[in-house]
């Protein structure tokens, strides 16, 4: 039996919007002083604080019968790691760049070596730098052209607001350099001693670029861009060439670069092409594309649904001059492409499944790298270097662990240059993977990825972890986890669905499932579950359903529409109270997400579509599954108290005796614990809440009476 049930105070607010009452008695869990809370925890209202903590302590009682499974749990996917794993070095001129971590450490060490056979030299080590701090996450780690120096960022409170420093690599120490508020993305310049960095602005909006000149006070630095747009987001990042810097600006349909170039310390940015809504666009560049130094723009410019591949003469890249390379083709949606010295690579997704393909600029022929598996997964990895001989790609499926290749461009040969370990051992003809096709209820054919150990019984028996996601256009790929071989080895079916909102079959599987729209994600992902029942993998009392951030609300609106489907729900940082969300522009990311939900503000027909499906405002009585909701204190892009408020919500609503449990990690953001071990710990939480809402545990998880 669990201790008694918190109860948040009701205190309720009401406004009036569009016509409608809205009326919110946990309004008041939303601190006044968030933006400081962000950076310090300690400063959270003590009312708050009481709350949260009630209901961590709340959690943890609902968990303490089981404190040998979890070290039992953490133990298992701990000895599924290699300790001391390294990257295939990467090379960049004279050295070799990679990662590694040591045995029992939490956080990457960085290094290289020099080629060819030179000894290790550790440039930043992690764990050090994380000593003594409640949170470390360790973000960007840039070297400078001439190997002299290494920029890194790192935040130290799980809010995203990263310091950038900077280490000179012949002596190991940091220059007197410490710029705070920054999004961590680092770009240096061609001498060496140049760096661009993004700040964000008092709304916690990544909009401000500055140029810094090592050996200057940063309160000196130049601003060369400031985004106009509330709604946009700025990030930096490179071609491939290396001749230039990319300014990326966009939100969730329309997209503008600048270019700036590395070689000149004073470059201003220059306009690729001027931003057209619903318009997206990402550039590469290429000396000598048929002899011109050009761009190559991935777009969907010109109706192209999927993505095309356009080239653009660098003295005039406007929309105007653009012209196809590789033309659009309805359901081959292109995901991203690299231009390198001789090739054109392209990672483009048919029919569900990733490929990659080869365009020669030589003679324009082409070739694809050719896969078996009924489902897997691909990532390119597109190095420092523009003229290699080899492309390197990362392989899995959710049996084969990762595998990293390198593929030789001219011969068409392939070699494995590492291999995922398993030191606890893993052979992967002891499991399954599927591809299945739930039926929608409009006929769309869901996409549904299965892993389960051989011999599972397909009788309707098996306990079935159902995972989903479904915003802004990102496909689950149906890869390797070594944690997810906990429930898959006591019997459970893993099941992942591709609902849309997510472009794992093209774009418009995404925009079918947006503003309007949404809906389709909701029904998608009940249409998976009624699919794994009819056919024998599971049944409604053994199903728990899985999802983190827009998949939070994803379940919470499953849990409003389905709760008989479902016997628990994990919602992770769950983005739940999406209309008070997107009413608020003062909040970072709500400008930037009325393209993927609309403005409710403005709108009044967004308002009425939101209002009609966010979780927070659709709580009702009814018997809900069991729920486990994870909340981070200092995250900003869902704000610990959107799950708080679902929970207390949902407190007052529920009819059935199963439980309800919040836990806020007081210390850390939306990605969790940042060591890599400590993140076990509430992976372990989750497959315990799993295991016990389907009876595997006993005693049940089942509340005191209301």
């Known amino acids: 039996m669990l201790p008694e049930i918190p109860r948040a105070p009701r205190r309720p607010t009401t406004r009036t919007v569009h016509g409608t009452a ?3 008695a946990y309004a008041w869990l939303r601190a006044d002083n968030w933006r400081e809370v962000m950076r310090d925890p300690a400063v959270l209202a003590g009312d708050i604080r009481t709350y949260l903590e009630a209901e961590n302590a709340y959690s943890d009682a609902a ?8 070290d039992g749990l953490v133990a298992e996917m701990r000895g599924r790691i290699k300790e001391d794993d390294a990257n295939v070095p990467s090379p960049d001129g004279p050295f070799a760049y990679y990662s590694r971590h040591r045995m029992g450490g939490q956080h990457p060490l960085v ?79 061609a001498d060496g001693a140049t760096l661009y960095y993004i700040r964000r602005d008092a709304e916690h909006r990544p909009s401000l670029v500055y140029r810094h000149r090592i050996g200057t006070d940063p309160a000196t630095d130049e601003l060369i861009y400031q985004e106009p747009d509330k709604g946009f987001f700025v990030s930096l990042g490179e071609t491939q060439s290396k001749a230039f810097g990319l300014i990326a600006c966009g939100d969730h349909e329309t997209s503008e ?6 070689a000149d310390p004073a470059a201003r940015p220059r306009l690729v092409a001027a931003r057209t809504v619903g318009v997206r666009y990402d550039v590469e560049h290429h000396p000598s594309v048929k002899g011109t130094d050009s761009l190559v723009i991935l777009t969907n410019a010109d109706g192209a649904e999927d993505f095309k591949i356009v080239t653009a003469p660098m003295a005039d890249p406007a929309r105007a001059n653009w012209r196809d390379l590789v033309p659009h083709r309805a359901g081959r949606m292109i995901l991203s492409h690299t231009a390198y010295r001789h090739h054109l690579v392209r990672l483009e997704r048919q029919d569900g499944l990733p490929r990659i393909v080869l365009h020669a600029w030589a003679d324009g022929a082409e070739h694809a790298i050719a896969f078996a598996e009924e489902a897997y997964s691909l990532g390119l990895n597109g190095g420092y270097e523009f003229d290699p001989a080899t492309l390197r790609f990362t392989y899995a499926s959710m049996t084969t662990p990762s595998e990293v290749w390198a593929y030789d461009m001219a011969a068409r040969t392939r070699e494995l240059l590492k291999r995922q370990e398993v030191p606890s051992g893993h052979d992967p003809a002891a499991y399954v993977t599927r591809r299945l096709f739930a039926t929608a209820p409009d006929g769309e054919q869901v996409p549904v990825s299965l892993l389960y150990k051989a011999g599972t019984p397909l009788d309707g028996s098996a306990p079935c972890l159902l995972y989903g996601y479904g915003a802004y256009g990102i496909a689950m790929p149906a890869g390797f986890s070594t944690s997810r071989l906990s429930l898959v080895d006591r019997g459970f079916v893993y099941a992942i669905a591709h609902v849309r909102g997510g472009t794992d079959k093209g774009w418009r599987w995404y925009a079918d499932g947006k503003l309007a729209k949404k809906t389709h994600t909701f029904t998608d992902f009940i249409a998976a579950a009624e699919h794994l029942v009819a056919h024998g993998f599971t049944r409604p009392e053994r199903i728990v359903a899985q999802g983190g951030s827009a998949g939070g609300m994803l379940m919470g609106a499953i849990a409003n529409m389905r709760p008989d489907l479902f016997a628990g729900i994990v919602a992770e940082v769950p983005f739940v109270d999406v209309l008070a969300t997107m009413l608020d522009d003062t909040l970072p990311l709500t400008p930037p997400e009325w393209p993927e939900w609309g403005n409710p503000i403005r709108d009044p027909e967004a308002f009425r579509t939101i209002l009609g499906y966010s979780p927070v405002d659709n709580v009702r009585p009814q018997a809900y599954p069991a729920i486990f909701a994870l909340a981070g204190l200092t995250d900003p892009r869902v704000t610990y108290w959107e799950p708080a408020k679902w929970v207390a919500r949902l407190r007052e609503a529920n009819t059935s005796s199963r439980p309800i449990l919040l836990r806020t990690n007081m210390e850390a953001g939306h990605g969790g614990a940042a060591g890599r071990f400590d993140r076990l710990e509430e992976v372990a939480l989750v497959y315990i809440f799993a295991l016990k809402t389907v009876g595997l545990l006993e005693p049940r998880m089942e509340s005191v009476p209301a």
């Open 63 to 70: 968990f303490a019968p089981h404190g040998a499974l979890k």
């Open 111 to 189: 290094c290289r070596k020099a080629l060819p056979e030179g000894d290790e030299a550790i440039l930043l080590d992690g764990d050090a730098e994380a000593a003594g701090k409640a949170y470390f996450h360790l973000g960007p780690v840039r070297h400078s052209a001439d190997h002299r120096r290494l920029a890194f960022a790192a935040d130290e409170a799980g809010s995203e607001l990263f310091t950038i420093r900077v280490r000179d690599l012949a002596s190991g120490q940091d220059l007197p350099l410490a710029i705070a508020d920054t999004t961590g993305d680092l770009l240096w310049g």
């Open 22 to 24: 809205l009326t919110d």
């Open 257 to 262: 670069a600048h270019l700036l170039d590395l």
